[in-house]
């Protein structure tokens, strides 16, 4: 069964860190490995917000209000994709998920994760951000 989970939320005060583990089982390696990944976040009542993506050539994008405090990696081989997010904000508070759908190329960007529905997405990780 292929299953995405999400885990590292947590909370913290403004200026504080934290690291986004997601789990990708079920998928063989190689077809993983050409998988194009990423985080989108969700605040009740707002839209979601496709938040970074790796392509599986391994090009990366982000949004521009996380860009220079947030990095997104990934480990084919564990099957792991992560998302290192420093000098948090209150406004980065939200759920956080994982996607991940094969192929793409250089279409792969944030927004295009929205675009996939929920076979596609984790569960989720809060993150809350105080100031």
């Known amino acids: 069964q292929v299953q995405l989970v999400e885990s590292g939320g947590g909370s913290v005060q403004a200026g504080g860190s934290l690291r986004l583990n997601c789990s990708a089982s079920?998928?063989?390696?190689?077809?993983?490995?050409?998988?194009?990944v990423g985080w989108f976040r969700q605040t009740p009542g707002t839209e979601r917000e496709g938040v970074a993506t790796?392509?599986?050539?391994?090009?990366?994008s982000y949004t521009d209000s996380v860009k220079g405090r947030f990095t997104i990696s990934r480990d084919n081989a564990k099957r792991l994709l992560y998302l290192e997010m420093n000098n948090l904000k209150p406004e980065d508070s939200a759920v956080y998920h994982c996607?991940?759908?094969?192929?793409?190329?250089?279409?792969?960007?944030?927004?295009?994760?929205?675009?996939?529905?929920?076979?596609?997405w984790g569960q989720g990780t809060q993150v809350t951000v105080s100031a």
């Open positions: 079920g998928y063989d390696v190689n077809f993983f490995t050409g998988m194009c």
């Open positions: 996607a991940a759908r094969y192929g793409y190329g250089s279409a792969c960007k944030p927004t295009l994760l929205l675009d996939w529905g929920k076979n596609y």
């Open positions: 790796i392509a599986d050539d391994g090009g990366i």
